[in-house]
């Protein structure tokens, strides 16, 4: 009867065994198969270029997007740049068109003035004729932001003045000023457009 029990028990020792080792050897198949880990939760891919591919795809995606950004960027910017270009070439062209506007009446007065001129012999009236052109002249520069520079008796200033020459002083007080004025400095809006030429005292 033993030795019955000791067959038994080792023929199913056996079959355990045998049983383990199938079970073993199915499941590492069907891992090999699925291509899966199942040492590892969740069950991962081993498949590392199947990976590396996706990730690729991804970088490309937002690469062309990207790409795809900056052309639109750098075509705007161009279109803004030749628009300003344009205005500005526009801006140039008629930046003098108010001040020629408003010298037009000048104008006009000269054309005036010069047949007066052809036709009378009244000195008095030409002079006068001629002193409200001037006159109008002046104020309508005056108008639009122009200012004469007063140089006479300043200090001489490299800045604001061109020297033409030096001559004696009169006096101490003179020394280093502008004696003459050979053509008056100008401001347009406080900004200086014309150098004062001058004579400055030694």
Do not use: W
């Amino acid at each position: 009867m033993s030795d019955n029990t000791s067959e038994k028990e080792q023929f199913m020792n056996e079959n355990t065994d045998n049983m383990a080792q199938n079970n073993d050897a199915m499941e590492e198949a069907i891992a090999h198969e699925l291509n899966v880990d199942d040492s590892v939760s969740g069950m991962q891919h081993l498949d590392d270029e199947v990976g590396e591919e996706s990730e690729l795809e991804r970088a490309k995606a937002e690469t062309e997007e990207y790409k795809d950004k900056y052309v639109r960027l750098v075509a705007e910017f161009d279109n803004f740049r030749k628009r300003n270009a344009k205005e500005r070439i526009e801006l140039i062209q008629t930046a003098g068109k108010d001040v020629v506007q408003s010298l037009l009446e000048v104008l006009d007065d000269c054309d005036r003035a010069q047949k007066q001129l052809e036709t009378s012999d009244d000195l008095a009236t030409i002079k006068q004729g001629v002193g409200l052109v001037f006159g109008k002249l002046r104020s309508t520069l005056i108008s639009k932001g122009l200012k004469k520079m007063e140089s006479i008796n300043k200090t001489f200033d490299a800045d604001l003045h061109e020297a033409i020459t030096e001559i004696p002083a009169a006096n101490e007080e003179m020394v280093g000023k502008v004696i003459d004025e050979i053509e008056p400095g100008y401001y347009l809006n406080d900004k200086l457009i014309r150098f004062a030429k001058v004579v400055v005292g030694k």
